[in-house]
């Protein structure tokens, strides 16, 4: 599957964005999609993950209360809605798909390790000042 992740910019600290990550080639109600972010010389993290049904999903701590991730599997979109946003959440965005599906007692671990998905979107910048 091909996916675009897009509506990164610049915001002030305590603004909001909303990034999309739209699939396309296949379906996107079969896949689990997580959004990880990466600042330049850092590695990957793992920011947020929705199953493919929506019902199952996890956040870092570091987003909890802040971060709202959604599905519309009609249009094929994965949300990542991003409030209160603070300076260190500056980086590039990605999402990636992933097509295997884990008990709820494995979600967690399992999708918040870069290579537990088989896709990955181009990334969106995010940029918050201070």
């Known amino acids: 599957v091909q996916l675009q992740a897009s509506g990164g910019g610049l915001v002030q600290a305590g603004g909001s964005l909303r990034l999309s990550c739209l699939a396309s080639g296949r379906t996107l109600g079969s896949y689990a999609i997580g959004w990880f972010c990466q600042v330049p010389g850092k590695e990957r993290e793992f920011v947020a993950v929705i199953n493919w049904s929506g019902v199952s999903i996890y956040y870092a701590d570091s987003v909890k209360g802040r971060f709202t991730i959604s599905r519309d599997n009609a249009k094929n979109t994965v949300y990542l809605q991003m409030n209160s946003l603070k300076p260190e959440d500056t980086a590039v965005y990605y999402c990636?798909?992933?097509?295997?599906?884990?008990?709820?007692?494995?979600?967690?671990?399992?999708?918040?390790?870069?290579?537990?998905?088989?896709?990955w979107g181009q990334g969106t910048q995010v940029t918050v000042s201070s």
């Open positions: 990636a798909s992933s097509v295997r599906r884990v008990n709820s007692g494995s979600f967690a671990t399992y999708y918040q390790r870069g290579s537990s998905y088989d896709d």
